[in-house]
């Protein structure tokens, strides 16, 4: 038989062919993850060519099917009977038969619209399974069902149509939210959380192409979210009807964290938040420590029992806590800072001060090594408030700026205006090449008011950089920064050494005309 004559027998049995496709709607239920994945199945053969007609019977009304499958299965379609032959050992229509139904009701229907609306049916069922019983089986069959519809709608070809099929995904699933107010905050962890680890195979992946900063946008966001909701469920009283909740949850953080793959920075942040707000008992957070302590899975050049300076801390095992910050690596810092940080919020300020000292030989090759810019830059100003919260010497905090950089040239002289070593202040701005602008939010004025003669040497030098522009409006420009020296030698009653320098000036640079003309105008001599 040739193709349009296969659409010609679905013609002429179309309404038992429609009563066939009946009969499969009624015995396998969307609802059901083995029958839902039974229709995949099936339809995948359809669309890829594993389903053909070997032979017709019209007296029997009979059509015999070959599906290519693991093995050739051989099936027997008595169309007027609406009666099957598969050598499967289910009951209910296997994947073979309702292959074979399916291929012949494509001739005539479209089979994507159908499938569509048979998975529609598992919304009602989902209502009542949450109406009737609390179990993380019915809450997972809610997810499941409306994640599968979802995924198949929106192709995650693109992160844009991903992100839209989530945040869809997540309004269609809180129309299924309890009734009951005590049941809702468990709802939304529970469900934030199945969301995430489905979708982590599709976002992932596109974590690496040039979507990057979309999809750590993204995560951020949800991570966020996902908080809020971890938050508002540890300040309810725990219900003891939740704990195969609470247990599943844990079970599929632990899996997620250490299982999954990738972006393994926001993984850590999962498993840890999970583990502040729902886990207080000290024997449970023992037995995690345990493994974590015998793990030696390396991820992305990190270990991934990292988190266990975060066990130690919240234990008290402070001995501990200081010999694994003895083994720190470079590439490890910001792993550390985290440490360091979430110690100074529980109060424990002499810890965070010896957790801060350290991370000191390491900022430089971390900043230099690892980090890349603008993370760079975002991490030296939490280093700064981080070192400004604790008890460092000045000799310390002053190789830490200079580790800075360029970066650190605002600490650094903050740090050197508070010793008074104002020369010094002049020398790094001198050295650095500061703007005047930017020298002034460093503390210029208050090196003015306390020893005006040390900027003499500065002044000099941004006035010359004006001048090297050869343009009125820098020649305008230099002679503001010396109207600026000006007053400094007046204050310092240098009137004869200032006399001297705009004579020498003037001298130097006789050939330029605009230059002699501002000069004049400014009235520069004392």
């Known amino acids: 038989m040739n193709p349009t004559s296969y659409q010609k027998l679905a013609t002429h049995y179309n309404k038992q062919i429609h009563q066939s496709m009946d009969t499969i709607a009624k015995k396998l239920h969307p609802a059901l993850l083995d029958d839902e994945e039974l229709v995949r199945r099936a339809a995948f053969f359809v669309r890829n060519g594993a389903v053909s007609i070997t032979n ?12 290519r499958d693991v093995t050739n299965i051989e099936v027997n379609y008595h169309i007027s009977k609406d009666n099957f032959h598969c050598p499967c050992p289910i009951h209910k229509p296997c994947r073979h038969i ?22 529609s049916q598992a919304d009602q069922v989902q209502l009542s399974l949450l109406k009737d019983e609390r179990s993380p089986r019915s809450w997972d069959i809610i997810v499941e069902n409306f994640f599968r519809k979802f995924i198949a709608n929106y192709p995650p070809t693109s992160f844009y149509l991903l992100e839209f099929a989530i945040h869809d995904l997540k309004s269609q699933i809180r129309k299924s939210r309890p009734f009951e107010r005590e049941w809702q905050p468990i709802f939304d962890v529970y469900v934030e959380l199945s969301i995430l680890i489905k979708s982590w195979p599709y976002i992932e992946p596109l974590a690496q192409s040039n979507m990057q900063n979309r999809v750590l946008h993204f995560l951020n966001e949800y991570l966020e979210e996902l908080n809020d909701h971890l938050n508002q469920l540890s300040s309810k009283p725990r219900m003891f009807a939740a704990d195969p909740f609470y247990e599943e949850i844990m079970v599929r953080v632990h899996h997620f964290y250490f299982d999954m793959e990738n972006l393994v920075h926001y993984r850590k942040q999962v498993y840890l938040s999970f583990w502040d707000a729902l886990v207080t008992d000290k024997n449970t957070r023992m037995k995690e420590v345990k493994y974590l302590e015998a793990l030696e899975t390396i991820e992305d050049d990190m270990p991934i029992n990292m988190v266990l300076p975060y066990f130690y801390l919240t234990l008290s095992m402070t001995d501990e806590l200081l010999l694994a910050a003895e083994k720190m690596e470079g ?3 910001l792993e550390w800072v985290e440490v360091c940080e979430k110690a100074l919020q529980t109060g424990k300020k002499e810890l965070g001060t010896n957790l801060a000292r350290k991370l000191l030989p390491h900022v430089s090759y971390y900043l230099n090594e690892v980090i890349l810019n603008p993370s760079r830059v975002m991490l030296i100003r939490r280093l700064e408030l981080l070192f400004e919260m604790v008890q460092l010497q000045p000799t310390e905090l002053e190789k830490v700026y200079q580790s800075f950089g360029l970066y650190g040239l605002q600490s650094y002289s903050n740090l050197l ?11 790094l701005h001198q050295s650095a090449n500061s703007s005047i602008e930017y020298a002034e939010t ?7 008011e306390e020893a005006p003669d040390v900027l003499l040497p500065l002044y000099h030098d941004y006035a010359m950089r004006f001048i090297q522009e050869k343009n009125r409006y820098s020649y305008k420009q230099a002679v503001r920064i010396w109207k600026k020296m000006k007053q400094v030698a007046k204050k310092s009653n240098d009137t004869d050494y200032w006399n001297a320098y705009v004579e020498n000036v003037r001298e130097k640079y006789r050939r330029l005309r605009a230059l002699q003309q501002e000069i004049e105008k400014g009235n520069l001599p004392l």
């Open 442 to 448: 460093c503390g210029l004025s208050i090196i003015k």
């Open 331 to 333: 590439n490890q810092l």
């Open 56 to 67: 017709y019977f019209p007296q029997e009304h009979r059509v015999d099917f070959t599906i």
């Open 98 to 119: 309702v292959a074979a139904v399916f291929y012949l009701y494509q001739q005539n229907d479209s089979l994507s619209t159908w499938i569509s609306e048979w998975r």
């Open 417 to 427: 205006i508070k010793e008074k070593r104002y020369y010094d202040w002049m020398a």
